[in-house]
């Protein structure tokens, strides 16, 4: 079994219901399929860089699964089917590499804390290094010579002759 990711888009005129339950439908097939969901990540609304579909704004969805290549292709070919999912990627993933969202870092509890004066931090200069002079190049013409090519008359005449 391949592990695959798939993210879709759904277009932001969808009630929060229907969002969640066309999720649900799209989340249904990979059991179906006799595959197994590691993780579903739902970004929410959000801008979109570009317009697609005349849309500026869509919901984001995120699938990480392991299963069989008939599941990636079921569920392309029910995004093709419902006009909500405005766009459509499944990749690939190789083996030890699951999750594309870095993990959610937890802020530290506060301490109390004790105010301490922070001590001013020493600045160092660097000597600025030394102008060189420098000599202007001579000037160098660059043109090549042109050589005369003997004219096509020229050569004319001289076939006569």
Known sequence: MRIYETAFLIAPNLSEEDTEKLIQQMADVIPAKKGKMIH????????????????????????????????????????????????????????????????????PKAKETVETKPEPEKVETKPEPEKVETKPEPEVDLK?????????EKSEEEEEK
């Open 40 to 107: 579903v990540d739902k970004w929410g609304k959000r801008k979109l860089a570009y317009q697609i579909k005349k849309f500026e704004a869509a919901y984001y969805v995120f699938f990480l699964y392991k299963g069989e290549a008939d599941i990636p292709s079921e569920l392309e070919r029910r995004f093709k089917q419902n006009e909500a999912v405005i766009r459509y990627l499944t990749v690939k993933k190789e083996e030890g590499e699951e999750k594309t969202t870095p993990p959610k870092k937890e802020t």
């Open 144 to 152: 090549p010579e042109k050589k005369k090519k003997p004219s096509k």
